[in-house]
């Protein structure tokens, strides 16, 4: 099966992301995992009217949301936009996962300033990122095989397909998280 779900954000209010409930292919609303909040705001977005933003310097942001259909098989494919404010503080992710057993893939900014792709093993996808730069990711997985790739866009073309990474834990992907450590930036 291939990914179905769409999420923009843009119907939603300013404020808290937990118990928004648009875009279609999910199966309930955002729900908040930890302890600090994601919020909706239209002050810097990628595309439409609203992104999910973050500026806390309180660890541990955790939101998800399950889909209807569970995706299985190969040739998956799925796109999101990233962008830190700091190369040097905080992690900034957004993760593929079974329900039951976790996170299965995660494409993430790190403190060391590079856009890496994390499974059992982390390659990076692109060495010292720039601030305040909107990144387009291409994610593609293949859940028999246990196995993923991905690629960024800034603005100025596709980058190369990553090298593999195998996926960690098991099981087909049922939910989509959005996670944050504290940063000295805003985040969406």
Do not use: C, H, P
């Amino acid at each position: 099966m291939a990914w179905v779900a769409v999420e923009n954000f843009d119907s939603y209010s300013d404020g808290d992301l937990a118990g928004e409930n648009g875009g279609t292919g999910w199966s309930g609303a955002w729900a908040n995992g930890a302890v600090e909040v994601l919020d909706v705001a239209g002050t810097q977005t990628y595309q439409g009217a609203k992104a999910v933003t973050d500026n806390s310097a309180v660890n541990n942001s955790f939101y998800t949301r399950d889909l209807t259909s569970a995706v299985s098989g190969d040739g998956n494919i799925v796109y999101f936009a990233m962008r830190k404010g700091s190369t040097s503080s905080g992690l900034l992710n957004i993760n593929i996962r079974n329900s039951g057993s976790g996170n299965r893939a995660e494409v993430r900014f790190n403190t060391s300033g590079n856009l890496v792709l994390v499974g059992t093993t982390t390659v990076t996808l692109l060495a010292g990122y720039s601030a305040d730069t909107w990144y387009a990711i291409r994610l593609t997985f293949n859940v028999t095989a246990g196995t993923a790739t991905a690629a960024y866009n800034s603005g100025s073309g596709w980058s190369s397909e990553s090298s593999a990474v195998t996926m960690n834990n098991s099981g087909n992907i049922d939910r989509i998280a959005l996670g944050r450590d504290a940063g000295t930036s805003t985040d969406y």
